[in-house]
């Protein structure tokens, strides 16, 4: 059974920024993410890698009727701290019971509040291994370059990670 991702722009960012898109879309899960996702990506190598993957049906894009917009407008007012974006993510993961993949941390801290799975972008890595899909130098390389350009990932469970992949 394939199960359903539902993607947060801070995901799809960091795997474009890191040449790693692609085999996002080899793991075995159906990926999603939605139209207000898409449209908060503004750079233009990285809205060429997207098109790609959409274009070639890797990466579905929801949009939402009148109803399902009130339901993330109603989302976003219960948790300010959260953008229509991640609203948006939420709801398609209780649509469709799916899981979310996403590196920010009150949407991480929201949803798990509501019983949904979340993982971030360690995991993906770890699953892109264990699927066989890059090898651990692969990774150890693509986290190396991803901790220099976002500080915001887990210092210590990266240094885990590339002591691990050494």
Same mark, same amino acid.
Not at 16 to 22: A, E, G, Q, S, W
Not at 62 to 69: D, G, M, V, Y
Not at 93 to 111: H, P
């Given at each position: 059974?394939i199960? #359903?991702? +539902?993607?947060?722009?801070? /995901?799809? *960012?960091?795997?474009?920024d890191? @040449?790693?898109?692609?085999e996002? !879309?080899?793991?075995?899960?159906?990926?999603?993410? !939605?139209?207000?996702?898409?449209n908060? #990506?503004?750079?233009?190598?990285? /809205?060429?890698?997207?098109?790609?993957?959409?274009?070639?049906? $890797?990466?579905?894009?929801? %949009?939402f009727?009148? !109803?399902?917009?009130?339901?993330?407008?109603? $989302?976003n007012q =219960?948790? %300010? =701290?959260? %953008?229509?974006? @991640?609203?948006?993510v939420?709801? +398609?993961?209780?649509?469709?019971?799916?899981? *979310?993949? !996403?590196?920010?941390?009150?949407?991480?801290?929201?949803? $798990?509040?509501?019983? +949904?799975?979340?993982?971030? *972008?360690?995991?993906i890595?770890?699953?892109? /291994? *264990?699927? $066989?899909? /890059?090898s651990?130098?692969?990774?150890?390389?693509?986290?190396?370059?991803?901790?220099?350009?976002?500080?915001?990932?887990?210092?210590?469970a990266?240094?885990?990670?590339?002591?691990?992949?050494?």
């Amino acid at each position: 059974m394939i199960r #359903i991702a +539902i993607n947060n722009a801070n /995901i799809l *960012i960091d795997l474009c920024d890191i @040449d790693l898109l692609n085999e996002l !879309t080899q793991l075995n899960l159906e990926l999603h993410t !939605t139209d207000f996702v898409i449209n908060e #990506i503004r750079n233009v190598e990285q /809205i060429n890698q997207l098109n790609k993957i959409i274009a070639d049906n $890797k990466l579905i894009i929801n %949009s939402f009727n009148p !109803t399902e917009l009130l339901a993330i407008i109603l $989302k976003n007012q =219960s948790v %300010s =701290s959260l %953008s229509i974006q @991640d609203c948006s993510v939420w709801h +398609i993961a209780e649509l469709k019971n799916a899981m *979310i993949l !996403t590196g920010d941390n009150v949407l991480r801290k929201t949803v $798990k509040k509501h019983d +949904i799975e979340v993982h971030g *972008i360690l995991w993906i890595l770890d699953e892109l /291994i *264990i699927q $066989k899909i /890059i090898s651990k130098y692969t990774a150890y390389e693509k986290l190396v370059f991803l901790m220099e350009i976002n500080p915001r990932l887990p210092k210590k469970a990266c240094t885990e990670r590339l002591e691990n992949w050494k």
